[in-house]
């Protein structure tokens, strides 16, 4: 199993992501997409394999989890 590194910058920050992405320009959840989540982005996340996204406190809870499942398996 490859590394995988993520990142994560809390508060939520525009900065963080490409210029003309759905996440600095509507500063959106972009995990989950504008039109699925109406809740506003805690945090900037760079998490591969979906690059840098934006993402609501439950799409970050889920990335979380996501990484601790990965991590605990490789380590088995």
Known sequence: M???EIRIVMPFNPAFH???SV???EECCSQ???DYCD????ASVYY???GRVSACARALHGIIDDAV???SQGRQ
């Open 39 to 42: 809740q506003p982005p805690v």
């Open 69 to 71: 499942s990965k991590f």
């Open 32 to 34: 989950h997409g504008k």
């Open 23 to 25: 996440a600095a320009t």
């Open 48 to 50: 591969p394999p979906n």
């Open 18 to 20: 490409d210029p003309s």
């Open 2 to 4: 490859e590394p995988m």
